[in-house]
Antibody, heavy 121, light 107 residues
Framework: QVTLSESGPTLVKPTQTLTLTCTFS??????????VTWIRQAPGKALEWLAL???????FFSTSLKTRLTISKDASKNQVVLTMTDMDPVDTGTYFC?????????????WGQGTLVTVSS | DIQMTQSPSSLSASVGDRVTITCRSS??????LNWYQQKPGKAPNLLIY???RLQSGVPSRFSGSGSGTDFTLTISSLQPEDFATYYC?????????FGPGTKVDMK
């Protein structure tokens, strides 16, 4: 059974750095073709793709946010960590992690429930 | 980057209607196109991957078609539980962008 769960602060102040952890089970990031992706959604807005890390430790980022994002994995702990620097109120929203796998053409077949992050002083 | 567009941005329909949503990519993405359904307060749910492959557990009234740059999601007979927002997403190349969404509400 594949599950993912996001954790991290619910409230951050402007200019602070956000650190979110995706903890997963039911698959391994050591498996060829496996990826974990971060996506966010501002209130009432569309989904926004943020970053991806794959089994081979390749990392990809949103072009508009790449200077602020880092992504890393600890395959032994089944965790992926996303950091976003210099947070602003426009970064308020729900942050999701999701699995992508080559056998499903890298579609996002399993999602966490999401974690709401509010940026406010 | 690959840009994704969807049309319409919203539509009103009745139970039993046939509903069609279109997605277009700014460059060819072969069949690396996925469709998701999202209900308020919930994570998106994968409906269709690789343009036309039905995800396990998804009702057969959902279907997808297309290749290259033009894609379609069809709901053959809209059910009450299908009122939601639908997103396309390309998984051809990173960044793996989403479309802006299509909200399907009740007429």
């Amino acid at each position: 059974q594949v599950t993912l769960s996001e954790s991290g602060p619910t409230l951050v102040k402007p200019t602070q750095t956000l650190t979110l952890t995706c903890t997963f089970s039911g698959f391994s990031l050591n498996t060829g073709g496996m990826c974990v992706t971060w996506i966010r959604q501002a209130p009432g807005k569309a989904l926004e793709w943020l970053a991806l890390i794959d089994w081979d430790d390749n990392k990809f980022f949103s072009t508009s946010l790449k200077t602020r994002l880092t992504i890393s994995k600890d395959a032994s702990k089944n965790q992926v960590v996303l950091t976003m620097t210099d947070m602003d109120p426009v970064d308020t929203g729900t942050y999701f992690c999701a699995r992508a796998y080559a056998t499903n053409w890298y579609s996002l077949d399993y999602w966490g429930q999401g974690t709401l992050v509010t940026v406010s002083s | 980057d690959i840009q994704m567009t969807q049309s319409p941005s919203s539509l009103s329909a009745s139970v039993g209607d046939r509903v069609t949503i279109t997605c277009r990519s700014s460059q060819s993405i072969s069949v690396y196109l996925n469709w998701y359904q999202q209900k308020p307060g919930k994570a998106p749910n994968l409906l269709i991957y690789a343009a036309s492959r039905l995800q396990s557990g998804v009702p057969s009234r959902f279907s997808g078609s297309g290749s290259g740059t033009d894609f379609t999601l069809t709901i053959s007979s809209l059910q009450p539980e299908d009122f939601a927002t639908y997103y396309c997403q390309q998984s051809y190349r990173s960044p793996r962008s989403f479309g802006p969404g299509t909200k399907v509400d009740m007429k």
